[in-house]
């Protein structure tokens, strides 16, 4: 069993709950994926939200892959 470490992109909006709904980046461990998720964070231009145009944020989050599913 082997985990997957990823970056996702979410609205900071507190009102909205969109969450994009691909991954951003995919990561060899958490600490990769943490600091990754900081970098986009700190960018100057983000994607704006396509459901409310506020600003995305990103987080790094990890999925505990499922051997009997695959
Ligand atoms: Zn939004």
Same mark, same amino acid.
């Given at each position: 069993m082997s985990n997957?470490?990823?970056v996702r992109?979410?609205?900071s909006s507190r009102v909205c709950e969109y969450v994009h709904k691909e991954d %951003?980046?995919?990561a060899i461990n958490y600490e990769?994926?943490?600091s990754l998720a900081q970098v986009y964070n700190e960018f100057e231009s983000k994607p704006s939200c396509p459901s409310c145009g506020e600003a995305m944020a990103f987080y790094a989050?990890? %999925?505990i892959e499922e051997p009997w599913l695959t």
């Amino acid at each position: 069993m082997s985990n997957k470490y990823k970056v996702r992109a979410y609205c900071s909006s507190r009102v909205c709950e969109y969450v994009h709904k691909e991954d %951003v980046m995919i990561a060899i461990n958490y600490e990769t994926a943490y600091s990754l998720a900081q970098v986009y964070n700190e960018f100057e231009s983000k994607p704006s939200c396509p459901s409310c145009g506020e600003a995305m944020a990103f987080y790094a989050h990890s %999925v505990i892959e499922e051997p009997w599913l695959t």
